[in-house]
């Protein structure tokens, strides 16, 4: 049976995993491990009965402010008035308003996903340390290659949306440009390829887990792109090719389709990973404990020899052999004259009783007893009786 919920998978394929401070996280789980119990009752309470609710509340929030970014676009552009958004018709205008209503949802929700995602490592990476530290140190690494991918992809996604707004108006616009214009141009693209660069430089000092689709040897950074990056535009270039601008879009599409690509097989053997780790922590926890078998010492062969040698009789040694002087017989044959004795039957005679045994009775059976009056500070010797 899993231990994750079945909605989680498409949850983090669509968002990703927020794990902000994953340093920081580590050392308290260093510092401040829970105790078995309380970890046992955090995995148990780590998917609420709400969660499928806010799985879904999150992905339509997401799909309805990429409906609302799109109409804005079409709106500045002139394309549209008016678009219909639920069951009623709003002016396109109104797009840019009902998104930024979208973002601040969008906000609460995160915060609670942020803190979700927290314990979800924390929970897991404790019990994987607890394991073994080689499983620990792998859970660490596939977190730290998820989240590092995921910026490559949001960075790059992010740069080429507007690459592709600067590309778009430079296939629009006449040969001759204002330089306020150019201007602005250029500096879009140099931060363009100055974000494909970094993503690759980054992905290089990643070390990936084991992933098909990235073989081990290979640089990650060829993986996400074949080729050499396209030449860097200089910061004085007063003339831009529209063929450069469409490789460096080819480029980082590119680099977002492989990254893609890998964070989804990531992401994959991550959420198997998690379960692994949950299900033989609980199986270690609950099982019975065996019982340890004695440990030899590590004794060299010519100590076990020495030790034997010390059972064995000397050879000059005089042997001991008891002779019939030598067993002692009088004791136990008073014991069984004295068994005898006591089985005979007493003499009536010898137990009887005479005049002189009885005691008589008082002479004042019903007279009142009672202490002598004694001083206490008398210390003569004299016989202690009583009146009568």
């Known amino acids: 049976m899993s231990s994750l919920h079945p909605a989680l998978p498409s949850v983090y394929a669509n968002r990703g995993i927020a794990l902000p401070g994953l340093a920081i996280l580590i050392q308290s789980v260093h510092k401040e491990p829970l105790p078995a119990n309380r970890l046992l009752q955090a995995h148990a309470d780590l998917f609420p009965a709400d969660f499928a609710e806010r799985a879904r509340r999150i992905e339509l929030l997401r799909q309805n402010r990429d409906i609302l970014a799109l109409v804005d676009r079409q709106h ?23 998104m930024e209503g979208i973002d601040r949802q969008m906000l609460q929700e995160e915060s609670w996903w942020s803190e979700f995602d927290q314990r979800v ?83 290089s000092r ?7 689709c990235a073989p081990s040897g290979k640089p990650l950074a060829r993986v ?8 860097r535009l200089r910061p004085v270039a007063q003339t831009v090719s529209p063929g450069w601008v469409s490789r460096l879009g080819r480029q980082m599409d590119e680099v977002r389709r492989n990254t893609r690509r890998i964070l989804d097989e990531a992401l994959q053997d991550l959420l198997t990973e998690l379960e ?39 050879d000059d040694e005089p042997e001991f052999e008891l002779s ?46 009672e202490f002598e009056d004694i001083d206490p500070d008398d210390h003569r010797d004299r016989p202690r009786h009583w009146n009568v």
């Open 276 to 314: 692994w780790i949950a299900s033989h922590w609980i199986e270690q926890l609950t099982a019975p404990p065996e019982a340890e078998e004695a440990e030899e010492l590590d004794v060299s062969p010519e100590e076990r020899a020495a030790q034997e040698s010390l059972l064995q009789p000397l």
């Open 206 to 212: 990643l070390t990936a887990p084991e992933l098909h």
């Open 224 to 231: 996400l792109l074949a080729e050499a990056p396209v030449h």
């Open 76 to 98: 500045k552009a002139g394309e549209i008035e008016t678009f219909r958004y639920g069951s009623g018709t709003y002016d396109a205008a109104d797009a840019r308003r009902m």
């Open 121 to 203: 490592f924390r929970i897991h990476y404790q019990m994987a340390r607890e394991l073994s530290d080689q499983t620990g140190r792998d859970l660490r690494i596939r977190c730290e290659f998820q989240t590092a991918m995921q910026d490559i992809e949001r960075d790059t996604a992010a740069r080429r949306r507007r690459l592709a707004k600067v590309a778009s108006f430079v296939d629009e616009a006449e040969a001759m440009l204002p330089y306020e214009d150019f201007h602005a141009i250029r500096q879009e693209l140099l931060e363009a390829w100055d974000v494909l660069t970094k993503s690759l430089h980054k992905a």
């Open 324 to 369: 019939e002087e030598d067993v002692v017989t009088e004791p136990l044959e008073q014991a069984e004259r004295l068994e005898a004795e006591l089985d005979e039957a007493p003499d009536e005679e010898e137990f009887a009783l005479s005049e002189q045994d009885v005691l008589a009775e008082p002479t004042q059976a019903d007279a009142d007893l």
